[in-house]
Nanobody
């Protein structure tokens, strides 16, 4: 059974940092890209970043470039999202995702709240 479990969210002041973790199980971690998405109240879910576990290639949304860093620890089947210089507009529920064939798997999400 594919499982994605996010952790590391919380309340932080603007300019602060958080590190999110996504622990994956139930599939061959090295074979797939893992993505981070977020959804703010009243807004659509949007892609934030993703990483290929096989070659380490990464993608960032323009809104987080230079502030967020995605990384993976293949030995732990875990993907991290280091978020620095957080802004109030980063407030959202953050989800990790893996697409396996025609099926998209999501974690339960972790809340990130940035106060001004």
């Amino acid at each position: 059974e594919v499982q994605l479990v996010e952790s590391g969210g919380g309340l932080v002041q603007a300019g602060g940092s958080l590190r999110l973790s996504c622990a994956a199980s139930g599939f061959t971690f090295d074979d797939y890209a893992i993505g981070w998405f977020r959804q703010a109240p009243g807004k659509e879910r949007e892609g934030v970043s993703c990483i290929s576990s096989s070659d380490g290639s990464t993608y960032y949304a323009d809104s987080v470039k230079g502030r967020f860093t995605i990384s993976s620890d293949n030995a732990k089947n875990t993907v991290y999202l280091q978020m620095n210089n957080l802004k109030p507009e980063d407030t959202a529920v953050y989800y990790c995702n893996v697409q396996i064939g025609a099926t998209s798997y999501w974690g339960q999400g972790t809340q990130v709240t940035v106060s001004s």
